[in-house]
């Protein structure tokens, strides 16, 4: 199994990006990311065996004990530059609970044989990949009329573990387990 955790997104935000999305689409043909599969990742996980499932499982958990935080979406994003990007992804505004939840996911996780990511944690939703040069001059201006900071803020209360199989456009993305921060559940 391939895994992956992260930050769902709520149905008002989902909402505002799938607006977006349609505005957006006309302009470039490259691949873009649907609706399902828009999410904040805090740490790639990589191949892991399904006999240790519940391992892994038990570890994400002891990451619950948090107060829920608020993660405001802004400026878009070309990754590794705008001059031959690969990637087009909205970024969030600085926000030191979700770094923690990243950095402690990661050390969990390395606790369990996992190689640390190298590279320093941006939070961002990928919304499309350029897998060969076409021409994004029209994307480019589209992009420029909009108000960024305009994309949603939300309250996060939990994160999830994700599994990611291979589909005929895109990956597929399951949920497998939510991890809702006790602090949360507490207020409830």
């Known amino acids: 199994m391939r895994l992956f955790t992260a930050i769902e997104l709520p149905?008002?935000?989902?909402?505002?990006?799938?607006?977006?999305?349609?505005?957006?689409?006309?302009?470039a043909q490259i691949s873009?990311?649907?609706l399902d599969n828009l999410h904040i990742t805090t740490s790639f996980i990589g191949s892991w065996p399904e006999a240790r499932l519940d391992e892994l499982t038990a570890t994400?958990?002891?990451?619950?004990?948090?107060?829920?935080?608020?993660v405001k979406l802004k400026d878009?994003?070309?990754?590794?530059?705008?001059?031959?990007?690969?990637?087009?992804?909205?970024?969030?505004?600085q926000c030191d609970p979700l770094q923690k939840l990243a950095e402690d996911t990661r050390d969990c996780l390395e606790r369990?044989?996992?190689?640390?990511?190298?590279?320093?944690?941006?939070p961002h939703l990928t919304l499309a990949r350029i897998k060969r040069p076409v021409p994004l001059q029209r994307l480019r201006q589209k992009l420029e009329a909009f108000e960024p900071s305009s994309f949603g803020?939300?309250?996060?209360q939990s994160f999830s573990l994700y599994r990611s199989d291979p589909?005929?456009?895109?990956?597929?993305?399951?949920?497998?387990?939510?991890?809702?921060?006790?602090?949360a559940l507490a207020a409830s």
């Open 112 to 122: 369990l044989g996992i190689a640390r990511e190298k590279r320093a944690y941006t």
């Open 60 to 70: 994400l958990k002891e990451l619950s004990p948090r107060e829920q935080f608020e």
């Open 153 to 156: 803020t939300f309250e996060v």
């Open 32 to 34: 873009w990311s649907p």
């Open 167 to 183: 589909g005929s456009n895109a990956s597929i993305y399951r949920k497998l387990r939510d991890f809702r921060f006790q602090a």
């Open 76 to 93: 878009f994003c070309w990754f590794p530059n705008a001059r031959s990007p690969h990637v087009l992804s909205l970024g969030t505004e």
């Open 11 to 27: 149905p008002q935000v989902l909402l505002l990006l799938e607006r977006l999305l349609s505005a957006l689409r006309p302009e």
